[in-house]
């Protein structure tokens, strides 16, 4: 068999030599690439830093942007169908509630829808009538003068709201 001896001559020559190269690139390391690395990668590492927070920072101020600009879209569409703001429609300019019942269509509407109450009221009490007369259980039928008055506070009901409508609306702000 053969086996490799080294003599302890070889050991510290083999110590020395590297020991010599440990030492250079010790000192290289520490004393020429470390602190131009340092340098290098803080510089570096700063601009990426910067970089990503100024991205950050944009994206936060777009996105409250955003948000805002909603918060005053609404703000407006409150200020305009409260009445607080004018609006203009066909070149008349005034509250939107005001300009909107002012419109024909939308007036001849809302009278009809009042007319169309009142006749539908006025057939119900015909037919609360009719029933209240053929009924021959006399215990628990309703006279025709309490269905009569009965219409009476509906047909004023249903033309009192409208006249109240129509009255808010005019009042000056």
């Given at each position: 068999?053969n086996?490799?001896?080294?003599?302890?001559?070889?050991?510290?020559?083999?110590?020395?030599?590297?020991?010599?190269?440990?030492?250079?690139?010790?000192?290289?390391?520490?004393?020429?690439?470390?602190?131009?690395?340092s340098?290098?990668?803080?510089?570096?590492?700063?601009?990426?830093?910067?970089?990503?927070?100024?991205?950050?920072?944009?994206?936060?101020?777009?996105?409250?942007?955003?948000?805002?600009?909603?918060?005053?879209?609404?703000?407006?569409?409150?200020?305009s169908?409260?009445?607080?703001?004018?609006?203009?429609?066909?070149?008349?300019?005034?509250?939107?509630?005001?300009?909107?019942?002012?419109?024909?269509?939308?007036?001849?509407?809302?009278?009809?829808?009042t007319?169309?109450?009142?006749?539908?009221?006025?057939?119900?009490?015909?037919?609360?009538?009719?029933r209240?007369?053929?009924?021959?259980?006399?215990?628990?039928?309703?006279?025709?003068?309490?269905?009569?008055?009965?219409?009476?506070?509906?047909?004023?009901?249903?033309?009192?709201?409208?006249?109240?409508?129509?009255?808010?609306?005019?009042?000056?702000?």
């Amino acid at each position: 068999m053969n086996e490799v001896v080294f003599l302890g001559i070889f050991d510290k020559i083999a110590n020395w030599i590297m020991g010599g190269i440990t030492k250079a690139l010790t000192w290289l390391f520490t004393n020429v690439i470390s602190p131009v690395w340092s340098i290098v990668w803080d510089n570096f590492l700063h601009y990426i830093v910067d970089f990503i927070r100024e991205i950050l920072a944009l994206l936060l101020y777009k996105l409250y942007a955003l948000l805002l600009s909603v918060v005053y879209a609404v703000e407006e569409m409150v200020y305009s169908f409260s009445g607080v703001k004018s609006v203009t429609i066909d070149k008349e300019s005034g509250n939107i509630l005001t300009l909107l019942m002012n419109r024909p269509m939308v007036n001849d509407a809302f009278w009809y829808i009042t007319m169309l109450a009142l006749v539908l009221c006025f057939v119900f009490t015909i037919v609360a009538v009719m029933r209240s007369t053929f009924d021959l259980n006399f215990d628990s039928r309703k006279s025709v003068g309490r269905v009569l008055s009965q219409f009476f506070r509906s047909a004023v009901a249903f033309l009192v709201m409208p006249v109240l409508c129509y009255g808010l609306i005019e009042l000056p702000p």
